[in-house]
Structure formats: C-alpha cells, structure tokens
C-alpha cells in the first residue's frame, strides 16, 4: 500500500487566493481526519469523517475552511480566501477504527501538505 | 477541551544518555498513542497503551500508562542519533467514542553524536 497520499507537498501562494489540499487515505480505511500543525500549536484537529460523513468539524477554524469527502478514497480542505496566518504544514491521516470495541484508534498520516500564504 | 501537556518541550542529549519524556493530564483517556515525527514527514506510531499501569517495551524505549489513565512516559535507554525526532503523545475520549485524538504538544529530542 502507498499510504496516505497528499497533494500538494508544498504550496505557496499569495493572501486572497483559494487553496485546495487533496488526500487519499489508505484504501479500506473507513476514517479520515485532517489536522494543521504550526510551533504555536501544534497539531490540531481540523475535522474528521467517518464513512464519508463529517462527524465533528469543531476545529475549523472559520467559514473560510471547508472540507469534503465525495468518495472514500478522496478528501479536499478547501481555504477561501487564504490569509497569513493559514500559513502551516496540513496533515491528513486515515483509520479503520470500528467503535471501542475494536480497540484503540490508530492513525496513518500522509507526509502532509505544507502552506505559506504571503 | 482535552488538554495533554508533554515535558520537556525540547531535549538536547549525548549519545547513550538516558532520558524520559512525560504526558500529562486532568482527562482520563480510553487509549493514549505515542507517535514519533521526522523532519517533512508525517506523525508515526510508535505504541498504544490502553490499561492502567500498563507498561510496554519497544526495544530500547520503555512506555508507562498511569493506573488513572491521565499520564503517560517514555523512557529512552542509551540513546542514538537514530532516536532523534518530535515525539507526541496522544489520548482518545471516551465521550468521542475513542475516535477523536487529542495530541499533546510534543517533545522535540535531539541527540547528538
């Protein structure tokens, strides 16, 4: 298997401009997350999906994020407009937990996806 | 808010010296992850502890859960340069069901040859 894979690795682009991150997750893997990393804060839980469904979109931070899972081999985070302080290194990652039972929730990441907004 | 803090936040040791990393909370956690980084990569599982007092040994590195659930350590024998990374420890709820990760800040550790 490939892995989590993530495009772009890195993008640079300038305030105002809209930027989409793509991730497909590992295949048969029902879970996916998407998390932003920055020395401030570390890593953040943005929102994650369970069978294509988003279950918890609390840590986006604003309306100006968005994201989809059309698919379960394909998920989008969208940022419109992108401004200075987007500027991280976004991960997405991918599971196949199935509740409690099944034990404890563990987590492939991509390489991540790292934004510089000018 | 779950919150899990790490200590220290940076390391910088010799090889072969021992150290520890903590993970501490007020949350109880269902299972807690501890993942290792590398520079331009993503996080990497290291080890799931998910009884209290639990302790498990990957080669060189010793894991701790607390018998509360809310604490966690790593314990490095003889350090290499090998072992160099940003180390996060990470906890699920029970009230997610144990989906949702909550990571600590992390432990960067340098060690130097």
């Known amino acids: 298997d490939a892995g989590v894979i993530q495009s772009p690795r890195h993008e640079v682009t300038e305030m105002g401009q809209e930027v989409t991150l793509r991730c497909k997750p590992i295949?048969?893997?029902?879970?996916l997350f998407w998390y932003r990393q920055t020395m401030m804060r570390g890593l953040e839980l943005l929102i994650y999906?369970?069978?294509?469904?988003?279950?918890?979109d609390s840590g986006m931070p604003e309306d100006r994020f968005s994201a989809k899972m059309p698919n379960a081999s394909f998920s989008t985070l969208k940022i419109q407009p992108s401004e200075p302080r987007d500027s991280a290194v976004y991960f997405c990652?991918?599971?196949?937990?199935?509740?409690?039972?099944?034990?404890?929730?563990?987590?492939?990441f991509g390489a991540g996806s790292r934004l510089t907004v000018l | 808010t779950q919150l899990l803090e790490q200590s220290p936040q940076f390391l910088s040791i010799q090889e072969g010296e021992n150290l520890t990393v903590y993970c501490n909370s007020s949350?109880?956690?269902?299972?807690l992850q501890w993942y290792r980084q590398e520079p331009g990569e993503g996080p990497v599982l290291l080890v799931t502890?998910?009884?209290?007092?639990e302790v498990k040994k990957l080669k060189r590195l010793t894991f701790q859960f607390g018998d509360a659930r809310k604490d966690s350590s790593l314990h490095i024998t003889a350090a290499q340069p090998g072992d160099t990374g940003l180390y996060l420890c990470?906890?699920?709820?029970?009230?997610?069901?144990?989906?949702?990760?909550?990571f600590g800040e992390g432990t960067q550790l340098t060690v130097n040859p």
């Open positions: 999906f369970n069978n294509n469904v988003p279950i918890d």
């Open positions: 949350s109880v956690f269902s299972s």
């Open positions: 502890v998910v009884t209290g007092g």
């Open positions: 990652a991918s599971s196949s937990y199935r509740g409690r039972r099944s034990g404890a929730n563990v987590l492939t």
């Open positions: 295949s048969g893997h029902n879970s």
């Open positions: 990470a906890g699920a709820s029970r009230q997610t069901s144990g989906s949702r990760l909550t």
